[in-house]
């Protein structure tokens, strides 16, 4: 596999692929970016009932995406935000980044938002799932394609995946 650096591409060849892909990218220093996995909490995240969009965790993703943009050292990273809960999510932290960092930005970083079936076939130095999910009517998420969709969504980062999300283990 020489899409993801190893800590990425793991979690799918743990659940899906019985260990049996060989990561072989390694960045250079210049691409390198520690930690390459960032796991982040939303105190307060929530789902307005039957709606696609966690208004906190969008706008906990903007706020992560501005800090990257005006970072000299990441001019030139490619940027991908994927909701794993339907389309809404993405489109909503579309149009905030048009708002608040603005046209330019997205287009220098090549900033895509969308499901994780619009990033089949893509990639992007940094990617940011979305979770969407709260804490009220959880349920598991183990049909096929729901497995697949997430297969797809955390094997679409090159250099650094972000996990947002307002649920905890418990």
């Known amino acids: 596999h020489f899409r993801c650096v190893e800590p990425i591409i793991q979690f799918s060849n743990k659940h899906w692929y019985s260990g049996e ?26 789902r307005p009932d039957g709606q696609q969009v966690n208004p ?26 994927v909701s794993l809960l339907g389309a809404g999510q ?3 932290i579309q149009e905030l980044l048009v708002s608040e960092i603005g046209e330019e ?25 979305s979770m969407v999910a709260d804490g009220n009517g959880l ?14 969504a955390c094997s679409r980062a090159r250099d650094r995946m972000y996990l947002f999300r307002s649920v905890t283990r418990e």
């Open 21 to 46: 892909i060989r990561p072989l990218r390694i960045p250079s220093a210049s691409e390198r970016i520690d930690p390459p996995l960032v796991d982040v909490f939303v105190k307060g995240g929530y």
């Open 56 to 81: 906190p965790e969008a706008q906990a993703i903007v706020r992560e995406i501005q800090l990257i943009v005006e970072d000299p050292k990441m001019a030139n990273r490619t940027i991908g935000v």
């Open 90 to 92: 993405a489109k909503h």
């Open 105 to 129: 930005a997205i287009v220098r970083h090549g900033i895509r938002c969308g499901d994780a079936m619009a990033f089949q076939g893509k990639e992007a130095d940094i990617v940011m799932l």
């Open 139 to 152: 349920r598991a998420q183990t049909r096929r394609e729901i497995q697949q969709r997430y297969n797809v």
